[in-house]
Structures are given as C-alpha cells and as structure tokens.
C-alpha cells in the first residue's frame, strides 16, 4: 500500500516556476514508477512525466519536454516535478501516481494523490 500527498501547487504568472512534491508513505516506494498526471477544467486527464525506480529514466509528454524535470528522492520517499516556463495551458489540478508501464509501455496507476492545483495567470 501506497499513499501519496502531493504539495506545491499555487497561482503563478506566465514564466514563472513551480516546484510540486509528491510525498509517499509505504515500505515498497522505491519499487515503484512514480508519474505526474494533470486535469484541466473539461479535458482528460492527461500524462505529464514518470521516472523509473533508480531516478536513471525520465519520460515526458511532448509540450513540457525542456520545461519540466522529474526527480526523486527514495530515501525520503518524495517525488518533485520542477516545472519551468509555465503558460496558462499548464493551468490543471497535478497528481502523482505509482504504478508500472503496462505492456503498451503506457503508465498504469497502482495509487494516486488527491492532486494540487496550479494556476498559470497574469
């Protein structure tokens, strides 16, 4: 059993930045491939970024790639996504997820954070 508590979220201006930690309790953590997701108002949700359980691999969707960076710390069980250059279009509720890629190399959620909003606005 995972549980995740994401924090960081806020309201900034276009160009600015954002650091949102993702907080987890459990002993198999770090067995773990650890993503961000985010829902803007009326869309689906949508994948943002995963890194592997030894932080060697980063995946990311294409319009945050050279923006956002996905780290984390398994010694203190935390995720971060550093996001940089922020646009209104990053305006969504971010949530964190562990699970594994399935078979189609797509992300599939074991857990998920409630989520922390971002407001990207001038």
């Known amino acids: 059993q995972v549980q995740l508590v994401e924090s960081g979220g806020g309201l900034v201006q276009p160009g600015g930045s954002l650091r949102l930690t993702c907080s987890a309790s459990?002993?198999?953590?770090?067995?773990?491939?650890m993503g961000w997701f985010r829902q803007a108002p009326g869309k689906e949700r949508e994948f943002v970024a995963a890194i592997s359980w030894t932080g060697r691999n980063q995946y990311y969707e294409d319009s945050v790639k050279g923006r956002f960076t996905i780290t984390r710390d398994n010694a203190k069980n935390t995720v971060y996504l550093q996001m940089n250059s922020l646009t209104p279009e990053d305006t969504a509720v971010y949530s964190c997820a562990a699970g594994q890629f399935d078979t189609g190399r797509k992300f599939s959620a074991a857990y998920w954070g409630q989520g922390t909003q971002v407001t990207v606005s001038s």
């Open positions: 459990g002993r198999t953590f770090s067995q773990y491939l």
